[in-house]
């Protein structure tokens, strides 16, 4: 995979490279304090980049404009929304991760209770895993 910027260049980068070699991950920082994944993992086209929200359905103009300038046209993907509005960036890194290990977060549910637990035992340990999933689809 490539990706991971450092998101406090994305207003100043150029596009991201991607000449079809290898699909590309990054976190984005949107909305002034809002976390989301924007995937080329799916796209199943060069120049368009997947967008995963775990709290918003519609992408806004300025992540649009960033979304644009760093990979390409971007589509928003329906995922599993988060409860609540504080753990956006603790969803997008468990999306992101679970793009690097080939699940789909379209159908992905995280156990969003574990979830912190689970990001402190990765960093402790040095190896990212995939996030714990729920026991049963809610619904």
């Given at each position: 995979?490539?990706g991971?910027?450092?998101?406090l260049?994305?207003y100043?980068?150029?596009k991201?490279?991607?000449?079809g070699s290898?699909?590309?991950?990054?976190v984005?920082h949107?909305?002034?304090?809002?976390?989301?994944?924007?995937?080329?993992v799916?796209?199943?086209?060069?120049?368009?980049?997947?967008i995963y929200?775990?709290?918003?359905?519609?992408?806004?103009?300025?992540?649009?404009?960033?979304?644009s300038?760093l990979?390409?046209?971007?589509?928003?993907?329906?995922?599993?929304?988060?409860?609540g509005?504080?753990?956006?960036?603790?969803?997008?890194?468990?999306?992101?991760?679970?793009?690097?290990?080939?699940?789909?977060?379209?159908?992905?549910?995280?156990?969003?209770?574990?979830?912190?637990?689970?990001?402190?035992?990765?960093?402790?340990s040095?190896a990212?895993?995939?996030?714990?999933?729920?026991?049963?689809?809610?619904?």
């Amino acid at each position: 995979m490539k990706g991971l910027q450092s998101t406090l260049m994305q207003y100043k980068s150029p596009k991201a490279s991607n000449n079809g070699s290898a699909p590309q991950v990054q976190v984005i920082h949107c909305r002034g304090d809002h976390w989301i994944v924007a995937s080329t993992v799916h796209s199943g086209s060069l120049g368009n980049v997947q967008i995963y929200d775990s709290l918003f359905d519609t992408i806004d103009g300025q992540t649009v404009d960033v979304v644009s300038r760093l990979f390409g046209i971007p589509e928003m993907i329906t995922i599993p929304k988060q409860a609540g509005v504080k753990d956006c960036g603790v969803y997008a890194l468990a999306n992101l991760t679970a793009l690097c290990f080939k699940m789909d977060p379209a159908v992905t549910h995280f156990n969003q209770d574990l979830m912190r637990l689970h990001l402190v035992q990765c960093m402790e340990s040095g190896a990212c895993m995939p996030f714990p999933l729920v026991e049963e689809i809610p619904g």
